[in-house]
Nanobody
Framework: VQLQASGGGLVQPGGSLRLSCVVS????????IGWFRQAPGKEREGVAC????????AYASSVRGRFTISRDNAKNTAYLQMNSLQPEDTAVYYC????????????????????WGQGTLVTVSS
């Protein structure tokens, strides 16, 4: 199983980026895909996730209303659209996957995920 995250970069405050995560090695159809981030000196935290079977989503309170997670099962790809980015969003963003359809209370928990991508750096700065 491999996860390939891309789309990070440097953006000004208020700007937007879209991250992509291509998953290979298993079918997304019954899985859960999550995006996590780790800022310098901080612990990794859950940002957003989507349960592939029914499209149920969960978001961290810090990004709700600004970030949108989506998926394309035909392409085995998940996306994270990030709008109104702020300096505090600066972090390495990781995508993660599990073959299970997680219940909502587990969707943002790091321990719920079996497979991780390599991370993509998002820097929000003027």
């Amino acid at each position: 199983v491999q996860l390939q995250a891309s789309g990070g970069g440097l953006v000004q405050p208020g700007g937007s980026l879209r991250l992509s995560c291509v998953v290979s090695g298993f079918t997304l159809r019954s899985s859960t895909i999550g995006w996590f981030r780790q800022a310098p000196g901080k612990e990794r935290e859950g940002v957003a996730c989507v349960r592939q079977s029914d499209g149920a989503t969960a978001y961290a309170s810090s990004v709700r209303g600004r970030f949108t997670i989506s998926r394309d099962n035909a392409k085995n790809t998940a996306y994270l659209q990030m709008n109104s980015l702020q300096p505090e969003d600066t972090a390495v963003y990781y995508c993660a996957a599990t073959p299970r359809g997680l219940i909502r209370s587990s969707m943002l928990a790091i321990r719920s995920y079996n497979y991780w991508g390599q991370g993509t750096l998002v820097t929000v700065s003027s």
